[in-house]
């Protein structure tokens, strides 16, 4: 073949060519001195690499993660409140499930609100409300999701892989939650937390058809 | 054994039996994981996000997510696509925080490529103005040692599509230097 300079591009392509595009570069200094950052590129960007010794990162990991199995014991939830373990971000988030709660209750149940005396427990019939809420919310949420699902797979943008990534991650503390739920069925702040994790799935899900039109 | 493999291996017991005993809350088995990937995790959240505390940061939490979501894995393409790609997550996450917070802002306009510098400094002028996309493929694969069916499964596109843009990043890189030497 006659390898003029017009070729080096398409030989880069197809390493077929390469050794055409080589003898070429032995009289051609513009593209020897491609093909020289071609290849050197590929040996230089190994030594772009950082490391650096980091020899408290996991030792915080675990700190956080042992108290993630501490509070995980009573509920999957708990995991989510012992975050990172700081006790301003769990009263935050005692705070927002308290809120969370309260409107999950008000909005879906429309019945009376849980007797002060005993808030961290539902009562029977107010239960049997928060379950059938709980039972259409999800359905809403299967209907967003079929809704939602295939424009979040044909997407491949950084945003579509994070909010990919995000509920499978919420998926799976949902079932764990919905598990320990199970177990503990009068438990109001595990509810609270369960819609608190509807929530961030229906958000998320929001966002992808806005973000897919 | 290419560098993504020795990494991607752990050799007394699987992928799958590590995250087993750490769904049982062994938290030994979590560490092997850990030591394992956290060099090459740091690294990758290093290059995204430009700041060694960030990084560590994002590695954290990416850890935490790995753990908490271990029930959710599925092994098809191994353990190590399933991390990067939460540890990308993390990432672009923290990048969308930085970018609210106006008091640290991403730095929006990469400088140009000085003139006279070793190869290595060039490069990492000149990946600061390529796609993004095509910079994390390059990433990946030549710094960090990926294979394209690795790349592919962490950015969770094509393998083609992979090289393809392995191929731009570098066609895009060459054209960078050649100006940046001429």
Not at chain 2, 73 to 82: N, T, V
Not at chain 2, 141 to 156: C, D, Y
Request: proline share 5%; hydrophobic share 45%; net charge neutral.
């Amino acid at each position: 073949m006659t390898f003029d300079c017009t070729d080096l591009e398409r030989a880069l392509a197809v390493p077929e060519l390469l050794p055409d595009a080589r003898e070429h570069a032995k009289v051609c200094d513009a593209c020897r001195r491609e093909l020289w950052l071609w290849s050197e590129m590929s040996a230089a960007a190994p030594g772009l690499r950082e490391e650096w010794e980091t020899p408290d990162l996991w030792p915080r990991i675990r700190q956080t993660l042992a108290a993630h199995q501490k509070a995980a014991k009573p509920s999957g939830v708990a995991g989510r409140i012992g975050w990172r373990g700081d006790w301003r971000m769990l009263a935050g988030i005692a705070a927002v499930l308290a809120i969370a709660v309260s409107v999950f209750i008000m909005k879906y149940s429309r019945s009376a609100p849980v007797a002060p005396r005993d808030s961290d427990f539902l009562t029977e019939q107010t239960l049997k409300e928060v379950e059938q809420t709980e039972a259409a919310y999800r359905a809403s949420i299967d209907k967003l999701t079929r809704l939602a699902q295939p424009k979040l797979n044909a997407l491949e943008n950084p945003t579509a892989i994070a909010a990919r990534e995000k509920l499978l991650v919420l998926d799976a503390e949902i079932d764990s939650v919905r598990s320990t739920v199970s177990r503990n069925r009068f438990n109001a702040q595990l509810q609270a937390g369960l819609a608190v994790l509807y929530r961030d799935k229906q958000d998320t899900l929001k966002e992808i058809l806005q973000s897919a039109q | 054994m290419p560098l993504a493999m020795a990494a991607g291996r752990l050799t007394a017991r699987t992928d799958a039996d590590l995250i087993q005993a750490s769904k049982r809350g062994d938290l030994s088995a979590f560490e092997e994981i850990y030591a394992a990937h956290a060099g090459r995790m740091k690294s990758v959240a290093f290059h995204l996000l430009a700041d060694r505390a960030d990084a560590e940061d994002a590695v954290q939490e990416a850890f935490l997510k790995i753990y908490r979501a271990a029930g959710a894995i599925q092994f098809d393409s191994g353990l190590a696509p399933w991390i990067y790609r939460i540890l990308l997550n993390c990432c672009y996450d923290t990048g969308r925080k930085r970018k609210r917070q106006a008091e640290s802002p991403l730095p929006a306009d990469p400088p140009a490529i000085p003139d006279n510098v070793p190869l290595q400094v060039a490069i990492r002028h000149a990946l600061a103005r390529i796609h993004p996309q095509y910079r994390t493929v390059f990433w990946l694969f030549e710094v960090e040692g990926f294979r394209h069916s690795e790349v592919a499964a962490i950015l969770e596109i094509p393998e083609g599509t992979s090289k393809k843009w392995l191929f731009e990043a570098k066609r895009e890189l060459k054209r960078l230097l050649m100006e940046g030497r001429a």
